[in-house]
């Protein structure tokens, strides 16, 4: 009679690893507070947009209604975008200054599998989010524009201007979640991401207007608050939405395969 070892098994599946990141962020109050403000952000600045129009001429608007609800409906983006870099950092930072990575990386050895689980459920829940956040705020926009005379159609360029402005919610969320796994500091990772967001485009925008250094020029539509607005709406002479598209993901995925590669070879 020969004997059989079974070796014994090791870390979760990659579905323990999804729920178990689920039940993280979800458990977070910062998560909770973080979507509750976006989407209150998001619902405000709309009515305060199309409510301000309502004191405007309304001529130049009527040429195109459904513009001027995407721009009503993700006015708010611009300042929900700081929130979900926030969210994103502290989704790994957290876990670095309370001592649980230690945990999570022993219970998944691989590391790897860790992050993609992370990225993955940030990215669906403040898409969600981003969705529920944005959809709310045209309807609360289009019930003020009509009472204005303004009656925008459900065209194509609207869904999609909704539909963009939750992608580029959850890029901005996976982005800071790859600053935050570099970083490993959540005071490093915030100031890191609002700098890219707000103040390297302040920053190129001055020199572009001061030294007309063409450099700057060419480079301010590859930012990406530059790329994320011009996924809403795209302007003449910039790039295309798709183009604008795939800017805010190489933003978004460079951080995390760097994130990554260091996850792998630093200690925990």
């Known amino acids: 009679m020969s004997a ?3 070796a014994p098994r090791t870390g979760l599946s990659a579905a323990g690893i999804i729920r178990s990141e689920w039940i993280k962020l979800r458990s977070l109050r910062s998560t909770v507070w973080s979507y ?3 989407i209150v952000i998001s619902l405000g600045l709309s009515w305060v947009f199309a409510s301000a129009l309502s004191n405007t001429d309304f001529g130049p608007l009527l040429d195109s209604p459904e513009r001027t609800l995407v721009q009503a409906s993700t006015f708010g983006v611009t300042f929900g975008v700081l929130v979900a870099s926030v969210l994103g950092v502290l989704n790994i930072s957290g876990e670095y200054s309370t001592g649980m990575i230690r945990s999570t990386l ?3 050895p691989k590391r790897i599998p860790v992050l993609a689980a992370k990225a993955l459920i940030l990215f669906v829940a403040t898409f969600v989010v981003g969705l529920v956040a944005t959809a709310g705020s045209a309807l609360v926009a289009f019930a003020v524009l009509g009472s ?3 009656v925008p159609e459900l065209t194509g360029e609207v869904v999609t201007g909704i539909l963009f402005a939750a992608l580029y919610l959850a890029a901005v969320a996976v982005f800071a979640l790859g600053l935050g796994t570099i970083l490993r500091s959540s005071a490093g990772g915030i100031a890191a991401a609002v700098g890219v967001l707000l103040i390297l485009p302040t920053v190129v925008t001055i020199v572009a207007g001061v030294t007309q250094a063409q450099w700057a020029v060419d480079a ?3 930012l990406l608050s530059s ?3 011009a996924m809403l709406l795209p302007t003449d002479g910039g790039l295309e939405q798709w183009q604008s598209g795939l800017v805010v993901a190489a933003w978004a995925l460079v951080p995390l395969a760097a ?4 996850l792998k070879k630093r200690d925990a």
């Open 4 to 6: 059989t070892t079974i």
């Open 106 to 108: 022993t219970a998944v």
């Open 227 to 229: 790329a994320g607005e």
């Open 36 to 38: 509750a403000i976006v």
């Open 148 to 150: 204005n005379g303004v």
């Open 220 to 222: 301010m539509p590859y």
């Open 259 to 262: 994130g990554a590669i260091l």
